[in-house]
DNA sequence: CAGCATCCGCTTTGATACTG
DNA sequence: CAGTATCAAAGCGGATGCTG
């Protein structure tokens, strides 16, 4: 990238990570950890093969990505954060909560990996009964599968996921995160698509966590 | 923008912000408030004019920006942000936040206009007296001036400037920074050219609000 | 197949000239 | 002053080819 020569902060942040294509490299190495080319790729789809290993070695050489061979099992080349592209975790955060309104309204045609939702879901949404045991539910869309964690008062999605979920929610990615981001109730939310199947109290343990009036 | 075409929020935010420029217009707005095309291009320098308006386009029709007619006394056009521009305030801190070890180490041969140091000064310095009386520091680098008044904790860059600073910090752009916010000491920021004149506790005032070590 | 590099048509950007 | 028009250069997207 042309560097915007201005002596601001903000301006030279966005010499780094200002092209396109580069946050959302940095959105799946945040998401995925430590990954492969290929991995890469295949969260990112759209991007062009040629522009994938340009940033890659940009991000190298300004010090936001590691580039290690791998260990015998895996035997090839995985690219990781340093710390200093680490760093760029809350700055995800506010992205993603400043799109939460464009999620709930559009989406048609997008392409979808379940993956992307974990950010939104573990900063967007809260767990409402933070005193009862933890619950399990998972998302699913199609092929792409995600659980999210209500437990302790907050929502997470870990990377290993439960045998057994205890609420299972089906449907359009756009269904799905109109019901839970979107204020949607089950009832209007089942009449355009959605499929529920569990526990009905662990639907209502994850609700968005600011004031956010349904619609 | 071409769309990422990806249903995940920091793709969509990215949809609409992450044109190149488009941040830095909305931080002129963040910072001056309603302003005319002209003074909007005295603050990007670097920019072609046909993008100014280009952009300036597509943000009013995003909904992030106004187009007003000012009344007479101005005679001219406005633009400033709508309340979901405002929103990109907390964004607009986190890449402030980011930036700021590349100002302490970079910066030579940039434009500089001292009202981009507002947003770093607000946000990643601290008052460290919060119970005595208010004090005003006044930066001038040049031709560009701002001031920082220290009160209750935290540091402030009022629109109107105070009559008689308590102290003033005069210098090139590189050396003020480093002396407010690389841990440079004032005889190390004297040897480099920094000016201090007035009490000589205002700039004990102000130091970084994190724990930055000194180098 | 993973991990790129090359080529080419298209779009975006940058610099400058121009207009109401 | 407040933009619009023009055009060359750079960047991007998609296809394809190469190498271990």
């Given amino acids: 990238m042309r560097s915007y020569n201005q002596y601001c902060a903000m301006a030279k942040t966005l010499d780094v990570i200002g092209d396109r294509w580069t946050l959302l490299i940095v959105r799946e190495l945040l998401l995925r950890g430590p990954s492969r080319y290929t991995d890469l790729r295949d969260g990112l789809p759209g991007i062009a093969t040629n522009l994938l290993g340009d940033r890659l070695r940009e991000l190298e050489q300004r010090g936001l990505v590691n580039r290690t061979a ?71 869309a199609g092929e792409q599968t995600l659980q999210l964690q209500a437990a302790a008062g907050v929502v997470r999605t870990p990377a290993e996921p439960a045998e057994h979920p205890d609420a299972v929610l089906s449907g359009s990615p756009q269904v799905i995160v109109r019901a839970l981001f979107g204020g949607l109730d089950l009832a209007k939310a089942r009449a355009e698509g959605l499929d529920f199947d569990g526990d009905p109290g662990v639907l209502e343990r994850v609700r968005p966590a600011d004031g956010f009036s349904p619609g």
Same sequence: chains 1, 2.
């Fill in 70 to 140: 791998a260990p015998p099992p895996v035997a090839s080349t995985l690219y990781s954060l340093t710390s200093r592209g680490e760093e760029l975790r809350p700055l995800m955060i506010e992205l993603v909560r400043w799109g939460r309104p464009m999620m709930v309204e559009q989406g048609d045609g997008d392409d979808f990996r379940a993956h992307w939702l974990s950010p939104a879901a573990e900063a967007l949404l809260a767990d409402v009964a933070p005193d009862e045991p933890p619950v399990t539910l998972e998302l699913r």
